[in-house]
């Protein structure tokens, strides 16, 4: 008996009940877990629906500014039911769930006059289908659910542009198996750099600028404004050689990376780390160029989550880099930590040509560009194909 035989007794349903959201968290956990207990896991994925960038549609900031949208913006949850199944509690029919982080965004495309617009990102993520119930294709069929779930609230923006401009993405651990539900998998290398010593001796060459200051779990505000610049010229750019194409990135917002910064945290504790001292986020420069990472505890490495280097000629550039890399290799070491990971849509490495140079020399090709285990994918909004979407920024930063 297949799932797809049977559509009529599949029930799609958005949820908030905290005893469902604990017992899909509890079966996920066995898979997901990592370094944490179970219990632990649960705990976690509580704490971080209670982040900022989870609440956001309870944000007096963002109500006044989406009047029409800001119910949707946030972490929503979602479960699939086979009605089929004998009923023995109130779970008992849950064969799937999943969720979704619902972020700001902003795009500018063919009738956008020119103009960057308001959208609103859907990332999926937590696609998990119960053990016993697997090979039957349910999870294809809440991921279809899911997509006409979005495509409704697209299809009644009412004028609201960040709801006319949806659209959904998604990062991928089975490769390309969402392929067929409309998703194009836009994969982004990453560079895993591990001979750590020899980067700091022959790339950093003790490189160092003394008004630098390491950044704490809430130093983004200001930074973040640089990168809102950022963004909006790269998407005009892009726009000017691609007047075809529909652009999109996530906003730039300083929840994103707290979101990061509360997950770590959480890790290193139920990790059994408590005793990490000078744990810092990421480091400034005296001109604002920063660097902001996360602690992968679980895969013992430092992610970089994003960079910011002003215009200027290559060789600044490559100064500013070495200089905020030095940062990173010394938290890495700091914490007994083995590798720095970037990925190369952030730190796109053979426009760096001493960088690019270093690497293949010290590290194995396979490090230098490394399959993403995170594979990005994004279904198109309406009116586009996956061929004429852009996808900018498409990075660390905006994963979920």
């Not at 020399?361 to 194909?385: C, H, I």
Request: hydrophobic share 35%; net charge negative; proline share 4%.
């Amino acid at each position: 008996m297949t799932a797809s035989s049977h559509e009529d007794n599949l029930v799609f349903e958005s949820y908030s009940d905290p005893e469902l959201r604990k017992w899909t968290h509890s079966a996920n956990a066995r898979v997901w877990k990592g370094l944490l207990t179970l219990e632990q896991y649960v705990e976690r994925e509580q704490v971080m629906a209670s982040s900022e960038i989870s609440q956001k549609d309870k944000s007096d900031e963002t109500i006044s500014k989406y009047p029409k949208s800001y119910q949707w913006l946030g972490q929503r949850y979602f479960v699939l039911k086979d009605t089929s199944l004998p009923y023995d509690g109130k779970f008992s029919q849950v064969v799937s769930s999943c969720e979704t982080l619902n972020r700001i965004g902003y795009c500018i495309h063919p009738r956008s006059n020119g103009k960057i617009e308001p959208a609103l990102i859907v990332c999926i993520g937590g696609v998990f289908t119960i053990e016993n119930h697997r090979g039957k294709g349910y999870a294809k069929s809440m991921i279809t659910k899911l997509n006409e779930f979005y495509d409704n609230i697209r299809d009644k923006s009412e004028g609201a542009l960040e709801l006319k401009n949806l659209l959904i993405n998604l990062y991928s651990e089975v490769g390309d198996y969402y392929s067929p539900l409309g998703y194009k998998s836009m994969h982004v290398p990453l560079h895993r750099l591990a001979k750590l010593n020899e980067l700091t001796e022959y790339y950093c060459q003790g490189v160092s600028d003394a008004n630098g200051k390491y950044l704490g779990f809430d130093d983004y505000e200001e930074l973040v404004e640089l990168h809102e610049e950022q963004f909006n010229k790269s998407l005009m750019e892009l726009h000017k050689n691609n007047p075809e194409k529909f652009i999109f990135t996530v906003a730039p917002d300083s929840d994103i990376f707290k979101w990061f910064q509360e997950r770590d945290l959480f890790i290193m504790k139920g990790s059994g780390r408590e005793s990490q001292e000078n744990l810092s986020f990421g480091f400034a420069l005296s001109d604002n160029s920063h660097i902001i990472w996360h602690h992968n505890w679980n895969g013992n490495s430092l992610i970089i989550v994003k960079i910011y280097i002003p215009e200027e000629s290559l060789q600044r550039k490559e100064a500013k880099l070495k200089q905020l890399l030095s940062k990173a290799i010394k938290e890495t070491q700091n914490h007994g930590m083995h590798e720095v990971e970037f990925w190369d849509s952030e730190i796109p490495v053979k426009q760096y040509p001493q960088l690019f140079q270093l690497l293949t020399k010290l590290e194995d090709d396979s490090k230098v560009f490394s399959d993403n285990g995170s594979l990005s994918a994004v279904r198109p909004p309406k009116g586009y194909t996956a061929d004429e979407v852009i996808w900018d920024n498409n990075t660390k930063f905006c994963w979920f």
